[in-house]
């Protein structure tokens, strides 16, 4: 499944299946006891476990992403706004041109989210011919909830080190966790509002909650709860075929406007 591993050949049978899934993370600090590429690895390897179950091809993953707010710290490595859009443009036509018209973006880095959702719109704007589709970052929150005990819990937090303990062990440092408790609170209140700053305020050390009650079970049921809504996901977008008809409509749309219907 895995697209850098397989030949011509093998890939040019994989175009049936329709779907390609691209994994997206970041490179950043995840406090002083996960790897800086922990969103990527994470992405790629709960999508390598679905298309075991739900035959899609993957990409490898994407590190270099969208993390301006993390720029004050040693490790991040962020793109330009409009790179990144090229980029992603650049890339989902590639994939497409290879013959997947439905692309999964599976993102794991919540720095991503709201570019991700520009770039959703930024393809529509562009007439494509291929279906793009962005899940949220948990498909299972109520896994995460059932098994969460700190009050807390956010970037590098206890959810996340299990996560990254079940998947990828030898990469977790343990023995780094700090021993206090890391409150997001940030110093001042202008609610509703929020300002360019407020990750940074919250996150000084990229880290929050407290990690040391962790686990790989936890993670495990975390991860094996997201990878069955996946599976099921990608077997209800290789089944649906309304949102390539909606596009083809927009995109038919574009150039000849419809008038506004009168009043009645």
């Not at 700053?197 to 919250?202: E, P, S």
Request: hydrophobic residues 40%; negative net charge.
């Amino acid at each position: 499944m895995q697209w850098e591993r397989v030949t011509s050949r093998e890939l040019y049978e994989m175009i049936r299946e329709e779907v390609c899934i691209i994994p997206i993370g970041s490179l950043e600090k995840h406090g002083e006891h996960l790897p800086l590429g922990n969103d990527a690895l994470i992405a790629h390897k709960v999508a390598l476990m679905a298309a075991e179950e739900e035959p899609a091809v993957v990409l490898p993953p994407i590190y270099f992403t969208y993390t301006k707010e993390m720029k004050n710290l040693t490790g991040a490595i962020s793109l330009e706004t409009d790179v990144l859009l090229s980029f992603l443009e650049n890339l989902c036509d590639e994939v497409a041109r290879n013959g997947f018209r439905k692309i999964i973006l599976l993102n794991f880095h919540g720095g991503n989210s709201n570019i991700l959702r520009v770039f959703l719109q930024h393809v529509v704007d562009k007439g494509k011919e291929y279906a793009v589709y962005l899940p949220p970052i948990f498909l299972a929150p109520e896994v995460v909830r059932e098994v969460k005990e700190t009050p807390e819990t956010g970037h590098a937090g206890e959810i996340e080190t299990s996560i990254s303990l079940y998947l990828f062990p030898e990469l977790c440092k343990m023995d780094k966790v700090p021993k206090e408790f890391s409150s997001s609170k940030r110093d001042y209140d202008v609610s509703p509002a929020s300002t360019s700053i407020d990750w940074y305020a919250a996150y000084p050390n990229a880290y929050v909650g407290d990690a040391k009650p962790a686990s790989a079970e936890k993670g495990k049921r975390i991860v094996e709860a997201h990878v069955e809504k996946l599976i099921d996901l990608i077997r209800r977008i290789k089944a649906d075929e309304k949102v390539l008809e909606r596009l083809k409509e927009f995109n038919n749309q574009l150039s000849r406007p419809e008038p506004q219907a009168k009043d009645r």
